[in-house]
């Protein structure tokens, strides 16, 4: 490591050397360090193109689906009254209301069930599948 940075110090060294006995390298210098800084600002102007064009396609993406679901929601009022709005409304709400109240703890006393036989089978030195269940049997 220490041996290439010599080596490039060298070249440096020796670049600057020819660049010196040049007439007018002062304005070569300058010329090549102004090169230099306008392809990098070159490449952060790429850069930031890029990322607005990739921010571009996102937003674009966003506005086809929301200009869609709006499409879709004028497509299903279309010919609906209020009380037809209001109807379908209540609807939701009795379904909503029904995975509530009913569906969803049934769903969640079966899974307690499971896991009390499963952690009763855990518990078990050697459980047998009859054993399993029977154990499930009995929880249900």
Known sequence: MEEERKQIENRVEKAEKK??????SDVWI???????EERQKEEEVQMQIREQ???MK???SRLERASTRLESLSQQRKGMTTRDLIERTDEELKTAKYRKE????KKLADQKRQ?????EAA?????DRIELLEKDEYHA
């Open 19 to 24: 660049v010196k006995s040049l007439p007018n």
């Open 30 to 36: 300058s010329a090549a360090r102004k090169l230099r």
């Open 53 to 55: 064009q990739t921010q």
């Open 58 to 60: 996102v937003l674009e």
């Open 102 to 105: 009913e569906l969803l703890p």
């Open 115 to 119: 896991l009390t036989a499963l952690k």
């Open 123 to 127: 518990a078990d030195s050697n459980p």
